[in-house]
């Protein structure tokens, strides 16, 4: 179970930032965004694409750069594969994640742990348009030149036990998820970074199936 909250951070964890956020200020019409953003998401039911991960390490030096192909589909599927450095396989459907680590694999309901379908959620909203409402967050949107920033810090117990905030970048031309980012309380970060976006081509549910 360790290792599943482990693996969730890197993939919801972010960069440190200045509270000013350099670039971004205040968004002028938030209740314009919310609109916009909303009415985006509704009409984006599939998402593919590349991703970067960038892992900091306060102990270490150097970033721990990871490559992968990344996959959603509504309603609340998501499928991650590493597969440089290593390989590595995360499913999550619905209220269930599948983990696969070489020939070691871990399946585990969120439901019986509420932390840890927290952690689900927010993957989930970020990608499904739905982190704004989420009311584990305070939320305030900014906005720069080539995205929306849409900054999210816990005001729930479990996390903000383990994180600062989580800041989501959202590009202008069609509201999706550019970059996803999160700063922990120990001070390592991360940053996952969406490349080569296709939206609303078709997935088959075999690529989210848990056995």
């Known amino acids: 179970m360790r290792k599943l909250f482990f693996i969730l951070t890197l993939l919801l964890a972010g960069i440190r930032l200045t509270a000013q956020y350099t670039g971004y200020t205040p968004i002028a019409d938030p209740v314009k965004f919310r609109e916009q953003f909303s009415a985006a998401s509704l009409k984006t039911n599939s998402i593919k694409s590349d991703f970067v991960q960038e892992k900091n390490l306060s102990m270490l030096s150097e970033k721990i750069i990871s490559k992968g192909k990344f996959w959603f589909k509504k309603a609340g599927m998501v499928r991650m594969e590493y597969n440089h450095p290593f390989q590595y396989l995360m ?42 409402n989420n009311t584990d967050f305070k939320t305030r949107v900014f906005e720069g030149r080539p995205a929306y920033l849409v900054e999210l810090t816990p005001v729930v117990k479990g996390l903000k036990e383990m994180f600062r905030t989580i800041t989501v970048y959202i590009d202008k031309k069609d509201f999706s998820v550019i970059n996803l980012e999160m700063l922990e309380l120990s001070g390592d970060n991360t940053s996952i970074r969406f490349n080569n976006k296709e939206l609303n081509t078709t997935l088959t549910d075999a690529l989210f199936t848990i056995q």
């Open 91 to 132: 499913i999550i459907n619905k209220d269930k994640v599948f983990i696969r680590d070489g020939q070691k694999e871990n399946k585990v309901s969120s439901k019986s742990n509420k932390l840890f379908q927290q952690i689900n959620r927010i993957m989930v909203d970020c990608m499904q348009g739905t982190a704004l």
